[in-house]
């Protein structure tokens, strides 16, 4: 067998994934993203709601990539790709491969409203987290020294819009955060006065899962007294305000948008065809049409199934990644794998303190059981031993204690040139 | 008993001690900081490092402050005091006081040279010390791809000046995640070319510490492969190399400033008479010549001592406020304190795995007694009970793995303007 040279762009759950499967195998595997790190995306919300440290849910991929044999990182960006002549450019120069793999992921979809771009947080990197963390705080502590009473309100309003699960989750654990924790913090502030604001288009929450749950989840979400409000849209933003469709203003300095998902940057860069959100379209293989050596996964590849696009979720990806590389494998015997199908294992989202919704196993669970099993899943796919401990001992602490301990407002200071 | 109002500014180990020893004494007591946290300064060194998450060692003064019945917490930046009307100029406007107690803190002294306040990097801040891991991870991670070979030792030397306490630890940190973790991580590099250089103005190490400890603490970093140059001074810097006094050129992407520490800013913008370093000169109770509601304490006080001016470390500015709120509590009740006198608890300081120096009840200990005397004595200072287990478990975690897990490079995004 010949060593062939595999590059996997993107070290989000596909492209791990990818590389897992591919190490010790007999190839030349080049792992390359412009971060160090992977990063467990699903856990962002707690980091920005003050219930994790940043470091937690991070990664360092060169400590995965040394448990596996000739797999060596590059932290740089891809900035294009020649399909034709094999390479990929990189602001370090240009990187040959024989079998390519794109897991470049997604970005945050504003669908155009350049003010809610300009104005709203999202949470898609490690960073977003934390300055949304810290904008949060901020925003409690210009509260405590704020004369006007409706300023000092719209300081303590947060409108989240999205009602998928990472909406959801997030409203949960804000409300959570006021309420059980910076309540005892600010007692100078009637912080009952606080608002958590879930905007959601359609009519119903976590479109993704059945209508019980859906219905479990609103009930839930405003009995902790998230005010929800469905069939609603936000069509303008400032520093103060938020505008619905229906003309209705709410005072408001912070807009966490959490509505759309589409294909990162990077698939615009190349000449593929592409599907809505920019998403790169890929054969039942997972390869692009005229380049049966390049494989795109994850949340930048577009591909049917049963008459429906695949979602954008880690599952997937995590699925897709390890299909790629068994395919790569298999090529290179003779071989050739049946089309990718997706086995859907099912989706949950926790909603707070002993509630969450989960459809898993062919079962609907919610409030304490779907909470457990939410907590256990998280815990089992974080990698690293180290983070796991460090997140249970937050989760455990919180629990017992009412207490999250990260609510520090970090400065940014930017990094020296050289 | 007449309620009083206190204002102590900066809640360093100083502020945090004054306000304990304040609290439900009967006053009004308001904090004030530009951080919502206390920062436990003594182990940023090991954030630097990526052996601690930054969260880890800092706390939140609310978190404190809801134990203490009427003290009151402000997030803002003292611009200025009006000794005669009483007041404090916050950037929110002004704060009215009956006793104020300064406790600021110290800023890094780059004694005038320009070239090293530009490049250098220096460990006062919880930021300045993730900047710095960013920092020095990055500069392995351009190692990689750096075609030239000078280059490529030049990104992987680090040149740290002063040979105090800060000094000694952040060097003996640095090499032990060279060897023991990036070796494993950069099997592509060199990693025995890496550089360590020490370099120390006077003829020894550990200056505040007796003669033969410092001996023990160079001849432990020379076998740990660090490089310590005594009689030796940085007089220039620029991005690739540092220039010594002798004409000696180190060629280094990195240097860290620990040579020296002055008064905080603040020092400068207040009327009070000044010595050395910009500190603000006491009198023996603590306060200013002409105002004997204000007290001054921590780094930005000056005061002798039998003919020696206080140190500029933790210990005298916990006394110090322990002092400055008796004084108060004793004038309020008609009684005057005897000065301030500073019992020296003794120093010490840790080099690596196993091996310490520590000056303490009279004992000098070095090797594994100073150790863990050294670990055993920073946990207990460190505020907070879970940041005590989230240290330590990191601390095992490493003297077992040899694994300091928080190698992320983590990036600068500025927070949304409002």
Known sequence: MQKKRIVIVGMGFGGVHAAQALAGKGHDILLVDRNNYHLFQPLLYQVATAGLEQESIAYSVRAMARSWPDVRFHLTEV??????????????????????IIGAGSATNFFGLTAVEQHAFDLKELEDAEVLRNHILSAFERAVIEPDPARKRALMTFVVVGGGPTG??????????????????????????????????????LAAMPQELGMYTLQKLRSMSVEVLLNAQVVDVDAEKVSLHDGAVIPAHTLVWSAGVKAAPLAARLEVPRAAG???????????????????????????????????????????????????LAKEQGSVLPPFRYHDKGSMATIGRNAAVANVFGLQLRGYPAWLAWLLLHLYYLIGFRNRIVVLLNWVWYYWFHERQVRLITRRKPMKQD
């Not at 034709?84 to 390519?100: A, M």
């Not at 692009?288 to 990806?317: C, E, N, R, S, Y």
Request: no cysteine; glycine share 8%; hydrophobic share 50%.
């Open 278 to 328: 920019g998403r790169i379209i890929v054969e039942p293989d997972l390869t692009l049409a005229d380049h049966p050596d390049v494989f795109v996964i994850g949340d930048i590849a577009w591909l049917q199934q049963d008459g429906k696009a695949l979602p954008m979720i880690a599952q997937v990806a995590m699925q897709m990644g390890v299909y790629a590389a068994k395919a790569i």
């Open 79 to 100: 900035t294009g790709i020649d399909f034709s002549r094999k390479e990929i450019q990189v602001t370090s120069g240009l990187l040959p491969y024989d079998y390519l």
């Open 168 to 205: 959801v989750e997030f409203a949960g654990a804000l409300i959570e955060l006021v309420n059980f924790v910076l309540a005892k913090d600010y007692p100078e502030l009637g912080i009952h006065t606080a608002r958590v604001v879930l905007v959601e288009a359609t009519d119903r929450l």
